[in-house]
């Protein structure tokens, strides 16, 4: 008999990594995790726009331009149907695929999001439920377009129960470039569907494993957004 809070593989889990504050949301249009990134790239594009004109600053204020799009953090709607489990990111479906989920060892259908540089990286929960349970893992920085990176990447996993009894795992994973994830949420915490939880930075990737019942109704190569797309339908 598994017991599941203390699932994973030889994973700890470890809350204190998390900062327990809550992350309100909407944000403003621009995520908050941006704004010191956004504030020294506009502060270097003036200096350099002061000591050589437009022409000498042009790439800082490209540098500005990417920041701003990077961190942008826009409101979306929330689906009605209460067993859609919603995309937790914006991006590509790389994985839709039977598995094993690692965390709660269980058979599971699990479902990918490849985010790339262009893409909203704010993280929100796919379903309605409480987080039974959160495990960080620290790894390497594969490309998170790989399969391998799921399990051998820098990786912070929610166990997120629903309502209804249905447990759904969702892992924030660090990609090539990027080498911070941001969780807000906490065990014990009860989440809604669409709530922003997390961000990580400069391009990443985000499993879901859902119970082997489930019905998939994105397929791989389709496009994703977060909140608004939805992956997959709850037994």
């Not at 704004?35 to 726009?49: D, M």
């Not at 979306?76 to 991006?91: F, N």
């Not at 704010?122 to 399969?147: C, M, Q, T, Y």
């Not at 090539?176 to 400069?202: M, T």
Request: charged share 20%.
């Amino acid at each position: 008999m598994v017991n599941r809070d203390n699932a994973g593989s030889g994973l700890n889990p470890q809350s204190s990594i998390l900062n327990p504050a809550r992350s309100a949301y909407p944000h403003p249009l621009i995520a908050r995790e941006g704004w010191p990134f956004i504030a020294a790239s506009i502060a270097v594009a003036a200096l350099g726009h002061g000591g050589a004109g437009i022409g000498g600053a042009a790439l800082p204020w490209l540098a500005v331009a990417f920041m701003v799009q990077f961190f942008r953090d826009p409101p979306r709607a929330v689906p009605g149907e209460p067993k859609a489990v919603l995309s937790p990111a914006d991006g590509r479906i790389v994985a839709v695929e039977r598995a094993r989920d690692p965390y709660l060892e269980r058979d599971a259908l699990k479902l990918s999001v490849f985010m790339n540089v262009f893409n909203v990286h704010s993280n929100r929960s796919p379903v309605d439920g409480e987080i039974r349970n959160a495990w960080h893992h620290p790894g390497k920085f594969f490309n998170a377009e790989l399969s391998k990176s799921s399990l051998e990447n820098e990786r912070h996993a929610l166990w997120i129960r629903t309502a209804g009894g249905a447990d759904v795992t969702c892992v924030q994973i660090a990609g090539l470039i990027a080498r911070r994830i941001l969780c807000y949420a906490v065990p014990g915490q009860r989440l809604a569907r669409g709530e922003r939880y997390g961000f990580i930075r400069f391009g990443s990737r985000v499993d879901v494993y859902l119970p082997p019942e489930s019905r998939p109704v994105a397929a791989v190569g389709d496009k994703v957004y977060a909140t608004a797309s939805m992956l997959a339908m709850l037994p």
